[in-house]
């Protein structure tokens, strides 16, 4: 599966913030928040990101789908 620039700048910014909510995220990513709303939802159905407790983090496989 390829990563298109949003779920990028989404991966990017939980790998610097750990977890965060949506306006976290869309802020440290500079993205609208419901950008990043929807956009999370296709990255946990994949895997690569989860929550809890409303907070969003990377997996162990969203970490090893990070770009270099």
């Known amino acids: ?5 949003v ?3 989404i991966l990017r910014a939980l790998s610097e913030i750990g977890e965060g909510g949506c306006g976290d995220i869309g802020k440290k990513a500079g993205l609208p928040t419901a950008k990043v709303m929807g956009k999370l939802r296709t990255l946990k159905k994949e895997g690569l990101v ?4 409303g907070k969003y983090f990377l997996t162990e ?7 270099p």
């Open 1 to 5: 599966m390829d990563l298109d620039d």
């Open 50 to 53: 989860d929550s809890r407790d």
């Open 61 to 67: 496989k969203g970490k090893s789908k990070m770009p």
């Open 7 to 9: 779920s990028i700048k």
